[in-house]
Nanobody, 123 residues
Framework: VQLQASGGGLVQAGGSLRLSCAASGRTFSTNGMGWFRQAPGKEREFVAT????????YYADSVKGRFTISRDNAKNTVYLQMNSLKPEDTAVYYC?????????????????WGQGTLVTVSS
């Protein structure tokens, strides 16, 4: 599975962005998918995850109520809609695929990673 994240950019606080992660390969629909982020000088952290069917989603407390993860298995794409963005959301955002299909919050469960897309939120 190859993953290509896009949609990052510069936005003012309070604004919105939608990240996309396009996957190649026939197994996308059976993979759990996750978004993680890494801010400068910090460790990578979990943001959101969705199970293979879309039936289960989990969010980090810091983004709950503001971010929404979704997927379109027909398009082999997972999305992260980010609203009410804050300067502390500034980071490189990575999408990842978990071949078990579960919605995992642990980076260790993911087998494939995209290259990351930078989100910068100005105050």
């Amino acid at each position: 599975v190859q993953l290509q994240a896009s949609g990052g950019g510069l936005v003012q606080a309070g604004g919105s962005l939608r990240l996309s992660c396009a996957a190649s390969g026939r197994t996308f629909s059976t993979n759990g998918m996750g978004w993680f982020r890494q801010a400068p000088g910090k460790e990578r952290e979990f943001v959101a995850t969705i199970s293979w069917s879309g039936g289960r989603t989990y969010y980090a407390d810091s983004v709950k109520g503001r971010f929404t993860i979704s997927r379109d298995n027909a398009k082999n794409t997972v999305y992260l809609q980010m609203n009410s963005l804050k300067p502390e959301d500034t980071a490189v955002y990575y999408c990842a695929a978990d071949s078990t299909g579960w919605a995992s919050t642990s980076a260790h469960e993911y087998d494939y990673w995209g290259q990351g897309t930078l989100v910068t939120v100005s105050s």
